[in-house]
Nanobody
Framework: QVQLLESGGGLVQAGGSLRLSCAAS????????MGWFRQAPGKEREFVAGIIWTGGSTYYPDSVKGRFTISRDNAKNTVYLQMNSLKPEDTAVYYCAATTNTNYRRIYYKDFYIYWGQGTQVTVSS
């Protein structure tokens, strides 16, 4: 099965930036669409960003649009989430996800994805 490993989380002040990475192994990374989700304690896991396998389209919810950028480097089997202008409400465990699903209308939803990483903690102080 595909293995996903997130890294880059940490503690940052409000207004600061972090860059998360998700390294994939066990399959052909370039053929997978990728997503980032986050989950705060007591909250549902929510969609943060998505990128289709070609890299030609990206998707964001309004809560992060203009602040977060998803990108991928297929040569490194890695997807990134650049997070700028961070807010305390961005505090959560961030999860990487992968899928071969091509029904891109569903990219915002958890059931679009097949594989999940273990998560990396992001804490934004006020």
């Amino acid at each position: 099965q595909v293995q996903l490993l997130e890294s880059g989380g940490g503690l940052v002040q409000a207004g600061g930036s972090l860059r998360l990475s998700c390294a994939a192994s066990g399959s052909t990374f370039s053929s997978y669409s990728m997503g980032w989700f986050r989950q705060a304690p007591g909250k549902e896991r929510e969609f943060v960003a998505g990128i289709i396998w070609t890299g030609g389209s990206t998707y964001y919810p309004d809560s992060v649009k203009g602040r977060f950028t998803i990108s991928r480097d297929n040569a490194k089997n890695t997807v990134y989430l650049q997070m700028n202008s961070l807010k305390p409400e961005d505090t959560a465990v961030y999860y990487c996800a992968a899928t071969t699903n091509t029904n891109y209308r569903r990219i915002y939803y958890k059931d679009f994805y097949i594989y999940w990483g273990q998560g990396t903690q992001v804490t934004v102080s006020s």
